[in-house]
């Protein structure tokens, strides 16, 4: 799919036709797509193959007359062990226009710049304000990953279940893409910084601290949040592991204590003279015995914290 806007005074146009000073936007292009979009901007099937590629790192490439870049974005995950995970998004930045590319679907940056208001033909403006808005999306889903956590912790305090823990993982793994993401994003906008194309005016240098400042905060935040669910994590792994010590302290304890009725059954169960053998209350003394001993067993048990 091709999407070719341009700026006016009514705000973010869609047009038909290429025209110099344009944005294209470009999602999942099928032959006949990469067919037209030869008339004007020519795709290097090297670069495309980046963007397509799902673990692609952040990068920067010039060839020629186009600067070519690579942007880690956060999406909802569309896999069962994930709540949040990142998609690549290509930037190709030409002479007269920049064209955007993305194979996800779920990418939610781009419908955010569409509603925002831009100059198409300040390209590095647009693409940093694109940047800016990637930062924000990275903390607004931060801030959602830190909801869940909130929320499965208060299920973990009731009742702890296998079905929370899961989802902590989930959250904790969302969390390891997360700050990978972002720490590579980061040596990207470094790399951007020392470049006159992102430097040449007083706004973009603006802008571009701007995104620097925000990306930033999104790895400081993505480090808290991450450290504060393994934190939980190992708090809930030694309360599981004390309540299991003291369920088998108590199964021992009973183990014992009902040892000691066996013990006396076993001995008056044997065919050698016995006390009491002859007396027709044999069975009861050796009930009250057996109870007697039980009771001071317990009260041994409970002084020492056994029980």
Not at 95 to 119: C, G, M, P, Q
Request: proline share 3%.
């Amino acid at each position: 799919m091709i999407e070719i806007f341009k700026s006016s005074k009514d705000g973010l146009q869609k047009i038909d036709v290429f025209e110099p000073g344009c944005w294209v936007n470009v999602v999942s292009p099928e032959e006949e797509d990469f067919e037209r979009l030869k008339s004007f901007a020519d795709l290097d099937k090297e670069f495309v193959g980046y963007v397509k590629d799902p673990d692609e790192q952040p990068k920067a490439a010039k060839e020629k007359d186009m600067v070519f870049i690579v942007l880690r974005v956060p999406k909802e995950s569309d896999n069962d062990e994930l709540e949040f995970s990142t998609c690549t998004l290509g930037i190709f930045i030409y002479k007269d226009f920049f064209l955007t590319l993305a194979y996800d679907h779920k990418n939610e940056i781009i419908n955010k710049l569409k509603v925002l208001r831009i100059s198409t033909k300040k390209k590095i403006q647009t693409i940093l304000k694109l940047f800016l808005l990637n930062s924000r999306s990275y903390l607004d889903a931060l801030k959602k990953i830190n909801k869940k956590r909130l929320s499965v912790q208060g299920e973990l305090e009731s009742n702890l279940r296998n079905e929370d823990f899961v989802q902590m993982m989930k959250l904790e793994k969302s969390l390891i893409y997360f700050s990978t993401s972002i720490k590579a994003n980061s040596i990207l906008i470094e790399k951007l910084v020392s470049n006159n194309l992102f430097t040449r005016f007083e706004d973009d240098r603006e802008l571009l601290d701007d995104v620097i400042i925000e990306n930033k905060q999104a790895l400081e935040m993505a480090s808290i949040y991450s450290n504060i669910l393994n934190g939980m994590m190992n708090a809930f792994g030694s309360i599981i592991s004390n309540k299991l010590n003291k369920t088998l302290k108590f199964l021992t304890s009973v183990t014992i204590l009902i040892m000691i009725p066996t013990l006396v059954a076993s001995i008056y169960g044997m065919n050698v003279k016995l006390p009491f053998q002859d007396n027709p209350h044999a069975f009861g003394i050796t009930i009250i015995f057996s109870i007697l001993f039980c009771t001071i067993g317990i009260i041994l048990f409970r002084n020492r914290d056994w029980f």
